[in-house]
């Protein structure tokens, strides 16, 4: 197997990202919780440029 060093595209960053946040509801304590969840949020509204939305439905600055 060849390891890559390019960086990911955005599509398997989204991907990646989904896969971890269809996980998290059934295995929370694995995950990390609440704060989990909440940095996933932030990461998948980045990568899905909708940080401004997620800021606001969530009362959290934009990249805080």
Do not use: Q
Not at 10 to 28: D, F, G, M, Q, T
Request: hydrophobic share 40%.
């Amino acid at each position: 197997m060849t390891i890559s060093l390019e960086p990911r595209s955005s599509v398997e960053i989204r991907s990646y990202l989904k896969a971890r946040l269809n996980e998290a509801p059934h295995r929370p304590g694995m995950f990390g919780g609440e704060m989990f969840l909440r940095r996933l949020f932030d990461h998948l509204a980045c990568a899905e440029h909708r940080e401004e939305g997620w800021a606001g439905a969530s009362g959290l600055s934009v990249f805080t």
